[in-house]
């Protein structure tokens, strides 16, 4: 299990732009792909981003692309999802989620590119969450 903290949540305006941050344990990105996932009230936790631990690929869900970008500082041990034009259909509680290597899932026959209705279940450590609230 690694430790995962995000912060940066809170109240915006439709159209504004909010940074969270994910705050991860030493080496945690040296071996690790980071997730953010979030979960809207009575709606199913979903895959929003995700940058691989070898290569830093990036990955996004298609209702973020373009407007949601995600890095990391390995000095700092951190995540960040930077999200610009925000919609009130992005009000959802956000959680970084951590997995070996790679974003996708792999089974014994397949490989699910993120984000995929298997990635909830592969990521086993995950942050607390932060709430992201859109809204005039």
């Known amino acids: 299990q690694e430790h995962l903290e995000e912060s940066g949540g809170g109240l915006v305006q439709p159209g504004g732009s909010l940074r969270l941050s994910c705050v991860t344990s030493?080496?945690?990105?040296?071996?690790?792909?980071i997730a953010w996932f979030r979960q809207a009230p009575g709606k199913e936790r979903e895959g929003v981003s995700c940058?691989?631990?070898?290569?830093?690929?990036?990955y996004y869900s298609a209702s973020v692309k373009g407007r949601f970008t995600i890095s990391r500082d390995k000095t700092k041990n951190t995540v960040y999802l930077q999200m610009d034009s925000l919609k009130p259909e992005d009000t959802a509680v956000y959680y970084c989620?951590?997995?070996?290597?790679?974003?996708?899932?792999?089974?014994?026959?397949?490989?699910?590119?993120?984000?995929?209705?298997?990635?909830?279940?592969?990521?086993?450590?995950w942050g607390q969450g932060t709430q992201v609230t859109v809204s005039s």
């Open positions: 940058i691989s631990s070898s290569d830093g690929s990036t």
């Open positions: 989620a951590a997995k070996i290597n790679y974003c996708a899932v792999a089974t014994e026959s397949d490989w699910f590119t993120f984000p995929s209705r298997e990635s909830v279940a592969a990521f086993g450590s």
């Open positions: 030493e080496d945690t990105l040296d071996y690790n792909a």
